[in-house]
């Protein structure tokens, strides 16, 4: 692999690691909120307007692209960063984007994907 096709994979696991990072975020922001209001933890910031309204727009761009059939930026911007690289889009073999994609593509199609599954944290986000 060349120096420039070395980070170009390297800039791909960076994309792929923010990538799973927002999934997280919106997937554990609404357990956070949850367990934050019915547990009555002291955690104040799960309803700080700052935490909503960054939760709320994260879900939105989700649901956006489920309903428009607009495929994730980051998703292209990865995919598009290995072909430059020379390297293969999925099953790559390094150790990053092996266990990743492998989180992050099982997470979408089960739970992310589906249009229907975010109104329970909207309704959350906004309550």
Request: proline share 6%.
């Amino acid at each position: 692999m060349t120096p420039s096709a070395s980070i170009l994979a390297g800039l791909a696991d960076v994309v792929l690691v923010l990538h799973v990072a927002i999934v997280v975020f919106v997937v554990g922001g609404l357990v956070l909120i949850v367990l934050g209001n019915v547990f009555k933890r002291p955690w104040h910031w799960v309803n700080a307007w700052w935490f909503r309204l960054a939760h709320l727009a994260a879900i939105a761009v989700v649901v956006a692209e489920s309903w428009f059939g607009i495929a994730c930026p980051l998703t292209t911007l990865e995919a598009w960063l290995r072909v430059r690289a020379g390297a293969p889009v999925h099953g790559g073999s390094g150790f990053i984007e092996h266990w990743l994609q492998r989180l992050l593509y099982y997470l979408i199609d089960s739970v992310l994907d589906h249009s229907l599954a975010p109104p329970p944290t909207v309704l959350t986000s906004i309550g």
